[in-house]
């Protein structure tokens, strides 16, 4: 029989100190009775920044493991380990926790460190709680013991040095009593103690080490130096051999994070001597010197595992790509990677992710699903997984914007390159720790954007070094790469190592690597463009706004934004979709897969009466490229799947009359931010052939920059409102989008797809108005059927 703690057996446990904080890895279990992992994973962890899959820190780059235990680097606030396996589900059941901690710097006042309890977000799910600099404090700050609002006195000899905290929580009636002790590590003699009752329902959550209890937690350069002027101060502590046990945990090493974090595969019909060729992408965290630096790949044959070697760890975006030629695509393939991670006293634990490399679809539909623009105040955006997992698709596409710079909080390091990029890693690590389930068993294909390297627009000149950054410190309105190369670098091979091979690999200005290229799947070719890389930059003209990227006036004549030389795709990128659109090898339908859409489709930004006529972030401009890119395409029949927009659009390109080129279809954010809307007859544009369904904002228009466009659908948002998360996404018009490729009808099935619904129910309301559409081929050359 399991039995709860009670006050006097906490005692007891912090007497001997025998508290053991692990179990078995077979899910939910008592961490007090079941001992199996060691209770202190640092001690035996090699130096290194990232702390283990057993934690996620605050943020990644301030700590490291050094000497066997976990220490922060930064003397600013909020720095925080939370722990991944245990959460306070039950705090009736008691609970004790401990761990050594040692003070490393002080500047100033001492803001405190310890731990935090009963830390939760709205929806209490322990990777959202992660970000929640919210709880209870137990721990200590200048001098003294703090426990929650209390706070008592700490033996003063020992307060800087090496201590141990130690706290317990037994229940009393409806309320759980804490106990915060404090100890000399060398003697163990007790150097202050606190009580305090809460309700059991506050310590729900995760728990957490905070070094520097300060509310601070921007980086918000104004309100540091504010914050530095009053007299804030900054504290930072090492911590060791954290235990964790009790029947008020819940235990479940399944949450474990890394070091395998995720994997990410391709498969595509090379049609030359290689024949399929697999790509596969190992993500680890940023390990250390003295970690092992490669993952091995296994697959089953035949029932039984087969090693296909193994491959290096990037050392900058901590990527293992494997490239398997002569790949086996008429059957499902179940693979493992293996990681394993070497230990200070000589042993290794291997570390496993498996999924399957799924059969190239044949003799039926490809099924895709479309996503793009996953800001983190939704995350991990689970009404979305959830949906496109029960979708089951054949392939997975991401079409940027898998980070924002505000992801996980703590602001971004734009230099040097080193640090720039481990900032930028664990803001990807939300995005694999939200989607990983979806692409361990699908093909993914994820494009990088602006936001995916620091940039809240990009036009990159063909990889030109950013040199107005000083002037415009968002990158919002500059042309060129705002990062060093480095970490543009390394963003590029953590969303793209794993697809085809480039179709021409040579890299741009900086050495800035390109991507464009061709996977040809499940009786379908995509073309795989940057359409933003070579783009030329908005100061190259002048338009009327504050900024050199917003033409406001409705007067504004933007015709003469299209001046002679302004690139859009770039030679390179037109050449290679010339040869792509007249290529039909493999494949019997064709899609052109970017970032943004040809067409300036959003009339309001930012507020539901933020009119701009125009926006030179989209991809309608600069005019002549444009067309001439649809122009280009217009023999491939391609449907255009894109994203960025925060605004989910079908429409049709038209370049010498409306209606004669391809269709686009813009997906819904996964959680959008930055609203915008498309509401053309609020501002009195004229349009002709509105489409028989007869709904408002659709029909034959020329865009702000005079481009045709026929819109067909819209997903207008709400203004987001409401304090849950999932509620406000969905208020904001997120979800995602579906397509069906029929390559024997020669159709595209479009859905587009809300944020809180059940996309199996087959409910009409779960889709945007207008949605589903059926597209033939040929419409994607001016033979219209849709009317
Ligand atoms: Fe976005």
Same mark, same amino acid.
């Given at each position: 029989?399991?039995?709860?703690? %009670? ?35 640092? !001690? ?41 396996? =245990? ?8 609970? %004790? ?39 209870? =404090? ?28 130690? +706290? ?145 760890? /990037? ?71 959830? #949906? ?21 909080? *703590? $602001? ?37 954007? /602006?936001?995916?390297? *620091?940039?809240? #627009? ?21 042309? $060129? ?121 959003? %009339? ?45 659009? +079908? ?81 904001? $018009? !997120? ?22 619904? /059940? ?5 009409? !309301? #779960? ?18 059927? +849709?009317?």
């Amino acid at each position: 029989m399991k039995k709860s703690i %009670t006050r006097r057996s906490a005692l007891k446990l912090f007497a001997t100190a025998t508290v053991v904080g692990a179990a078995s890895r077979t899910g939910t279990a008592s961490a007090a009775t079941q001992p199996a992992r060691p209770a202190d994973v640092w !001690s035996r962890t090699h130096n290194r920044v990232w702390l283990g899959g057993e934690y996620w820190a605050n943020p990644m780059e301030d700590w490291q493991v050094a000497d066997g235990g976990a220490e922060c680097r930064s003397l600013g606030g909020n720095r925080s380990i939370h722990s991944l396996t =245990h959460q306070i589900t039950h705090p009736a059941k008691g609970f %004790t926790m401990s761990v050594r901690m040692t003070r490393l710097e002080l500047r100033g006042q001492d803001p405190g460190a310890g731990f935090r309890v009963g830390v939760r977000s709205e929806l209490n799910e322990y990777r959202s709680n992660c970000f929640v600099a919210r709880g209870l =404090h137990a721990g200590v700050a200048d001098g003294q013991l703090v426990l929650g609002p209390k706070s008592g006195p700490l033996a003063a000899a020992t307060a800087p040095g090496s201590f141990e905290l130690l +706290l317990s929580g037994v229940a009393r009636g409806s309320e759980v009593t804490l106990t915060l002790e404090a100890r000399a590590t060398a003697t163990g003699a007790s150097l202050g103690n606190l009580s305090h009752a809460v309700p059991a329902d506050s310590l729900l959550g995760n728990v957490a080490l905070v070094s520097n209890y300060a509310a601070e937690q921007t980086q918000n350069a104004a309100k540091k130096k504010a914050a530095q002027k009053v007299g804030q101060g900054g504290v930072r502590y090492r911590f060791a051999d954290w235990k964790m046990a009790g029947e008020a945990f819940a235990v479940r090493h399944t949450q474990r994070f890394g070091p395998i974090l995720w994997a990410m595969y391709s498969l595509s019909d090379s049609r030359t001597p290689d024949g399929w060729v697999m790509k596969l992408s190992a993500l680890t965290g940023p390990m250390g010197p003295n970690d092992s630096q490669v993952v091995e790949l296994h697959v089953q044959r035949d029932g039984a595992w087969q090693s296909l070697g193994e491959a290096k760890l /990037d050392p900058d975006a901590w990527v293992a790509t494997f490239r398997v030629p002569r790949w086996n695509e008429k059957t499902a393939t179940p693979y493992k990677l293996v990681y394993r991670e070497k230990h200070r006293d000589g042993t290794v634990t291997p570390d496993e992710w498996t999924g399957t490399i799924q059969a190239n679809p044949a003799g039926r539909p490809l099924r895709m699903a479309a996503l793009t623009c996953q800001n983190d105040y939704a995350f991990p955006y689970e009404p979305v997984v959830r #949906n496109v997992a029960r979708m089951r698709p054949d392939l997975a596409f991401f079409s940027g914007d898998q980070i924002y710079e505000s992801h996980g909080g *703590f $602001g971004i390091v734009r230099e040097p390159a080193g640090p720039a990029i481990l900032n930028y890693l664990r803001k990807f690590y939300q995005f694999g720790w939200a989607f990983r389930d979806v692409m361990r068993d699908c093909p993914t294909l994820c494009l990088p954007d /602006d936001h995916d390297v *620091f940039q809240g #627009n990009i036009w990159g000149e063909g990889g030109a070094k950013m040199t107005n950054l000083a002037a415009d410190p968002g990158a919002s309105s500059s042309g $060129g790469y705002a990062e060093p190369a480095r970490m543009v670098n390394a963003v590029h091979r953590t969303n793209v190592s794993h697809h085809p091979d480039p179709y021409d690999p040579t890299p741009g200005l900086q050495d800035i690597s390109v991507y464009f290229g061709e996977m040809v799947y499940g009786g379908v070719g995509f073309a795989i463009v940057a359409d933003r890389q070579w783009k030329s930059s908005p100061e190259r003209v002048k338009v009327d706004g504050p900024r050199a990227d917003h033409v406001v006036s409705p007067q504004f004549d933007t015709g003469t934004l299209d001046v002679p030389g302004l690139i859009l795709l770039g030679e390179r990128q037109e050449a290679f979709l010339k040869k792509w659109a007249q290529d039909w090898r493999g494949h019997a339908l064709k899609a052109v897969l970017s970032q943004t859409v040809f067409a300036a489709v959003a %009339t309001h930004h930012g507020g539901y009466d933020g009119y701009l006529k125009g926006d030179l972030d989209s991809g309608a401009w600069p005019q002549t490229p444009r067309n001439r890119a649809i122009e280009i395409l217009r023999p491939a029949m391609a449907l255009h799947i894109n994203g960025d927009q925060h605004l989910t659009t +079908l429409a049709q390109y038209g370049v010498g009359r409306q209606r004669d080129s391809m269709w686009s279809f813009c997906t819904p954010a996964i959680a959008a931010g930055y609203p915008r809307w498309w509401r053309p007859d609020d501002v009195g544009m004229p349009h002709a052939k509105r489409p028989r369904h007869g709904r408002p904002h659709t029909g034959e228009y020329l865009d702000g920059f005079g481009n045709k466009v026929y819109v067909y659908a819209v997903g207008n948002p709400e203004v987001g409102k409401a304090p849950n998360r999932y509620d406000r996404a969905h208020e904001k $018009g !997120s979800g995602f989008g579906f397509i069906t490729f029929d390559p024997v009808k020669k159709t595209y099935t479009l859905d587009s797809y809300r944020f809180l619904i /059940d996309p199996t129910d087959g409910k009409a !309301s #779960n889709q945007f108005p207008g949605w589903p559409v059926t597209i033939h081929q040929a419409e994607n050359r001016g033979e219209n059927r +849709l009317d």
